[in-house]
């Protein structure tokens, strides 16, 4: 399975943002579908996380602002981002996971080639 991250762009603060992450195959196998970030000078992080049963995680930071949800019959995965600030600003990764859902991005099986995210006026 292949994943393909898109919708980055340029967005001012407090705007939207909706990134899509298709898979080239079936992602009903796939458990765990998460989305990771990694900012200038910052490392990796977890943003949001949804399993095959449909169990959500965030990130404390993104809690309330951002909301994952997944598409089986389109094997997609999507991330929509509201009230955006300028620390958002990332290259956002798509990644799949098929075992028991886990937090650790080197645990994860496929990985998209990320999607660029700039908040700024």
């Known amino acids: 399975v292949q994943l393909q991250a898109s919708g980055g762009g340029l967005v001012q603060p407090g705007g939207s943002l909706t990134l899509s992450c298709a898979a080239s195959?079936?992602?009903?196998?796939?458990?765990?579908m998460t989305w990771y970030r990694q900012g200038p000078g910052k490392q990796r992080e977890l943003v949001a996380s949804?399993?095959?049963?449909?169990?959500?995680n965030y990130a404390e930071s993104v809690k309330g602002r951002f909301t994952i949800s997944r598409d089986n019959t389109k094997n997609t995965v999507y991330l929509q981002m509201s009230s955006l600030k300028p620390e958002d600003t990332a290259v956002y990764y798509c990644?799949?996971?098929?075992?028991?859902?886990?937090?650790?991005?080197?645990?994860?099986?496929?990985w998209g080639q990320g999607t660029l995210v700039t908040v700024s006026s």
């Open positions: 990644a799949g996971r098929s075992g028991l859902y886990s937090s650790s991005s080197s645990t994860y099986d496929y």
């Open positions: 195959g079936t992602i009903i196998s796939i458990n765990a």
């Open positions: 949804i399993t095959s049963t449909y169990s959500t």
